[in-house]
């Protein structure tokens, strides 16, 4: 049988070769897997055989960043068009994967291989040499890259002599899962050893998820990789124009950022219970008119006893004992009402968080929590974080340091690496809500300084932890 063939042939040898110069990307950090799959053949037209099934599985490993080697042994039968005889095959390869292109949801890859293949045909028995290459993709990991799903498109060549044109050449299609044989644990540090993100800015936002991919190096960003516009009371006017970068959230605002005042006597509408005095007209401080040093509204709105033009507290919530002012008793001047103040006997010169308790110099964030193996905050964080970010927002003078920590399972710089990023999203959330950026420094300490032994289960969860410490007196 004398075939040429010559445009398979180049379809070979580009496919197996131009496409490894494309690019340069790692695949993943799992050292032996296997792949299970089936394989679907579509035969030279020289073997006059129908498209036929078969089966394949496959043992596989990292042979550096971006290149995998795998062993693969396959069977099919491939039944004859013309007569009830069949071709029945066997054969193994060695074969080389190029990852050369990341995709939010898969990667893509080449492959070049050979091996040998045997044909049973009636009675009789052909060894020969294989060849193939093609292309293909693999998703990314589920379920903590414990399984993979990928296909790929590959040309066989299978020869009595590479040099001469006596050859068949099939196309087969596989599709295959892929199985590390070294599970991972659980702990979401070593889980964090997932396909790294290309992350242009340096932001800590993977390109495919930053929708602002060339943010100035240093800047603090949003959960979409976007520069954060400094907003501290959240009234949509940025600090740097706000006249009033303290209004209480939810309070209608000018252009300005302070507080609207429509007939403009002085009180904020929010506060005004006469909000359409005329021009000049005198006005107390409840914003309605004052005759003869009167005033004309002496209203107690929130019943505390004390007179609305005469209340600096004029919504005291109802039965709460208050001072001579309408305000709400607060014994260790702290901030924090005594009503709500845990430890009402702090001295003037605490920093107290929003329970009226001096805030430790290291305190562990309690209940901080992230999705297994990312930076991504679960929801049941955002309460502990609220609150911090109140309490910060008290003291614009106060640096903090947001440190993050791992257990001692997984690579070392792996679980450095994932540390900064936790803390960095804490840092990040924290801005969102008020807090200035330049008194927030980030550091993953990984493993360091554990809080618990890492011989249980139990310890290896609390030393999985972000803590805050006060730098400055």
Request: proline content about 5%.
């Amino acid at each position: 049988m004398e075939k040429r063939g010559g445009l398979k042939w180049i379809i070979f040898l580009v496919v197996g070769f131009c496409v490894f110069t494309e690019g340069n990307v790692r695949a993943t950090n799992i050292d032996w897997y296997i792949t299970p799959g089936v394989s679907f053949i579509i035969p030279d037209a020289d073997r006059r055989a129908s498209i036929s099934p078969g089966f394949q599985i496959g043992l596989g490993m990292p042979a550096s960043k971006s290149i995998h080697l795998e062993f693969t042994a396959a069977a099919n039968t491939l039944p004859q068009e013309i007569n009830p005889l069949e071709f029945k095959q066997r054969g193994w390869s060695l074969d080389g994967l190029y990852f050369f292109r990341n995709r939010p949801n898969y990667l893509a890859y080449g492959v070049f291989g050979g091996g040998a293949l045997q044909t049973n045909f009636s009675s009789e028995k052909r060894y020969r040499s294989v060849f193939n290459a093609g292309i293909g993709a693999i998703s990314h990991g589920f379920f903590g890259d414990r399984l993979r799903v990928r296909t790929d498109l590959r040309y066989r060549v299978d020869e009595s002599n590479l040099l001469k044109q006596d050859r068949f050449g099939d196309w087969v299609i596989n599709v295959a899962l892929s199985i590390p044989l070294k599970s991972k644990t659980v702990s979401d540090e070593k889980e964090s050893q997932h396909v790294p993100m290309q992350d242009r800015d340096g932001d800590g936002i993977p390109d495919s998820r930053d929708t602002c991919p060339s943010t100035a190096q240093g800047t603090a960003v949003d959960e979409k990789g976007c520069t954060i516009v400094q907003d501290s009371d959240g009234d949509r006017v940025p600090d740097d124009s706000d006249a009033c970068p303290s209004t209480p959230r939810g309070v209608p605002v000018n252009e300005s950022g302070c507080e609207r005042d429509t007939d403009n006597d002085g009180v904020p509408d929010g506060e005004d219970l006469c909000s359409h005095t005329e021009m000049d007209t005198p006005v107390d401080r409840t914003g309605c008119p004052v005759n003869a040093g009167q005033s004309v509204h002496a209203e107690d709105r929130d019943g505390d006893g004390i007179a609305n033009n005469t209340d600096t507290c004029p919504d005291t919530p109802a039965g709460a004992v208050v001072n001579a002012n309408g305000c709400e008793l607060d014994q260790d001047s702290d901030g924090i009402v005594d009503r709500l103040d845990q430890c009402p006997k702090s001295s003037k010169e605490d920093k107290v968080d929003m329970a009226g308790c001096k805030m430790a110099k290291v305190t562990v964030l309690k209940g901080v929590g992230f999705d297994a193996g990312s930076d991504r905050l679960l929801k049941e964080s955002l309460p502990t974080l609220d609150s911090m970010a109140q309490a910060l927002r008290r003291y614009p003078e106060m640096v903090v340091e947001i440190a993050g920590y791992s257990d001692n399972s997984g690579r070392d710089e792996a679980n450095k690496v994932l540390s900064k990023k936790r803390a960095d999203a804490v840092a990040r959330y924290l801005i969102i809500k008020g807090v200035l950026s330049a008194n927030l420094i980030t550091k993953g300490y990984g493993k360091e300084n554990p809080i618990a032994s890492n011989k249980t289960a139990e310890g290896r969860a609390l030393n999985r932890r972000v803590e805050l410490h006060i730098l400055t007196p």
